[in-house]
């Protein structure tokens, strides 16, 4: 696993910086041509194979003259990446393993589906109507045309309309033949480190002074900060892993409260939520008075107090300041929290060597819940707006690095009403009237349960116990999940000792077609059955309310008439 450390330099003068930008703006032309021509998808098999795309449009004479040729070859690689990263990220949006898997249940179709997702050339053939042949799998013509057809469909409506396109001259990407590092000492005798990147003129280069020094090698990519009239450059680094742990799995529920919530029951950076509230809430003051203030200025057009206004009230620059020195702290906040989780509490640093990473404190393996579904609006305006920035990507890939860095093994569970099912294995009711917030009662009408605790907590419990869970995995509908809760509920209730079953249908209770215990309502647990105490002290069982026995009215009269002769005599 790689690593990508971002170096700023010092602010560049007004030369440096001009001819910095110049050179970006050569390397974004190449690529915004490079990435439009990609879009056909009978050139898909050249993604396979960067050089093969350079090889293919220097033939075809795409490259501009008058630049150097190697930083060129380095835009057609990037804009390589570039239509694959899009490619992935439209699959994986649309969920079409999923549906894969969902769609075929012979082993071998599934095998020739997920091996024609495997290599762009097969992709861009599906894509132009045809059936690629793949070697491993031996299927019939007409099964691979079928799944062939099916995947040309979905993919095809995952991809869209969107292709990327490149817009901003912000940055470029440069091999080890196109920089070069070099130590200079300052005035004052201190030590400055220099990269110098090759520029619009042949056998001249620009220096860029590092703030700092750090270790430069390898492809690096130079990105203009427009604010600071700065540069950033980003460095990649192997990710050297520990030694393997010997800790037990840990389950994780993610959240906006906290970062996360273990099957323990402990919070993992419980500062989380109010940073991100305070961020939420004061972005939503200011953009209600930025809004008001933009309708006066529309309103007033042309008038000295729109002009001030304009000029004072509805910039960006602070803004966006403030989002980014937010969003740093949230960062912050979510990376210590996942530190603590995978090195161990107290073991979340290695500064200096002084803190030891021991195996046993390291969890073997990491469980967490499938949220990439995760989309479209809450039920309160309050919850979308932190879901919004709820940055649940960056957490999941912070802890996929440092999982792999602590040895530990990632699994990812189906998340589907762990929020709302009781961990009791012996009750296990599911519905959304058990959630209330962040506490979590068990509302179960059929027996007592009362199962109470954290919902987060909750949650943790039910995602570990899925990871063995056969019938629900990670691609399995919520809609199923619900059917599959509520029949092994269904279960337990039958398999209750001295229950008479009832059967109710679809009731309000959100079980469907289940049954319920003699007496037992929705509002309450009233049991025909008496529930038999315990022995007092004295070993004598007390005695209990004898049940009701319907009897004949005219011999309970005729009894009750001879009782009352019997008293008058």
């Known amino acids: 696993m790689k690593r990508t450390v971002r170096l700023a330099t010092l602010s560049l003068n007004k030369g440096k910086y001009d001819e910095l930008c110049l050179v970006i703006g050569h390397y974004t032309d190449a690529k915004r041509v490079f990435v439009a021509h990609l879009r056909q998808t009978s050139l898909w098999g050249l993604l396979d194979r960067s050089k093969s795309f350079r090889d293919y449009v220097k033939a075809r004479g795409l490259y501009p003259a008058g630049i150097n040729v190697h930083l060129i070859d380095q835009a057609a690689f990037d804009a390589v990446d570039t239509c694959i990263r899009h490619i992935e990220s439209c699959l994986a949006v649309g969920n079409i393993k999923a549906k894969i898997w969902r769609r075929f249940t012979d082993k071998d179709e599934r095998h020739y589906a997920y091996a024609c997702l495997t290599r762009y050339s097969t992709i861009g053939q599906i894509m132009g109507a045809g059936v690629p042949e793949i070697p491993t799998v031996t299927i019939s013509p007409g099964a691979r045309a079928k799944i062939a057809a099916y995947l040309h469909r979905i993919i095809r409506d995952a991809l869209g309309s969107s292709w990327p396109t490149v817009v901003k001259a ?18 004052k005798g201190k030590p400055r480190r220099y990269v110098k990147v ?3 003129t042949n056998h001249k280069r620009i220096w860029l002074p590092l703030s700092g020094i750090s270790r430069v090698s390898g ?30 799995a840990v389950a994780l529920d993610w959240g906006i409260t906290e970062v996360c919530t273990d099957e323990d029951g402990a919070h993992h950076g419980e500062e989380y939520g109010p940073a991100l509230t305070s961020m939420t809430e004061r972005r939503n003051k200011t953009g209600k008075a930025r809004n008001r203030l933009y309708a006066l200025s529309k309103r007033d057009a042309g008038s000295k107090r729109t002009k001030h206004i304009a000029r004072n009230n509805l910039g960006t620059k602070k803004q966006q300041a403030r989002t980014r020195r937010a969003k740093a702290q949230l960062k912050t906040i979510s990376g210590a929290a996942i530190k603590e989780v995978v090195y161990g509490e107290g073991n979340r640093t290695r500064k200096n060597g002084r803190v030891g990473q021991l195996p046993s404190q390291r969890p073997r393996e990491i469980i967490i819940e499938d949220l990439s579904h995760l989309r479209g609006k809450a039920r309160s305006k309050k919850i979308s707006r932190l879901c919004s920035s709820w940055a649940r990507d960056e957490n999941k890939e912070r802890i996929t690095v440092h999982a792999y860095v602590g040895g530990s093994g990632i699994q990812t569970v189906n998340a589907a009403y762990t929020s709302q099912t ?66 092994r509920f269904l279960r337990r209730m039958q398999s209750r000792v001295g229950a008479r079953i009832v059967p109710l249908g679809t009731t309000d209770n959100g079980v469907r077609d289940t049954c319920v215990e003699d007496g037992a309502t929705a509002h309450g647990r009233t049991l025909s059955i008496p529930r038999q105490r315990k022995l007092d002290v004295g070993g004598v069982q007390p005695p209990t309310r004898p049940s009701s026995v319907p009897v004949d009215r005219a011999e309970h009269a005729k009894a009750a008439g001879e009782r009352r002769q019997e008293r008058c005599i």
């Open 170 to 187: 912000r940055s470029m990407s440069l091999d080890s033949t196109l920089y070069s590092v070099v130590d200079n000492g300052t005035p």
């Open 198 to 200: 090759v520029s619009s």
């Open 219 to 248: 492809n690096i990519r130079v990105v203009l900060d427009e604010e600071h009239k700065r540069a950033f450059i980003h460095v990649i680094y192997d990710v050297a892993p520990l030694a393997a742990p010997t800790g037990s």
């Open 422 to 487: 009781c961990p009791d294995p012996t009750c296990g009711y599911v519905h959304r009237d058990n959630r209330h917030g962040d506490v979590f009662h068990c509302r179960n009408p059929y027996w007592e349960c009362n199962w109470q605790g954290d919902v987060d907590h909750v949650a943790a419990m039910n995602i570990k116990s899925r990871i063995k869970d056969r019938q629900i995995n990670r691609f399995t509908p919520y809609t199923e999940v619900k059917k599959i809760l509520d029949e």
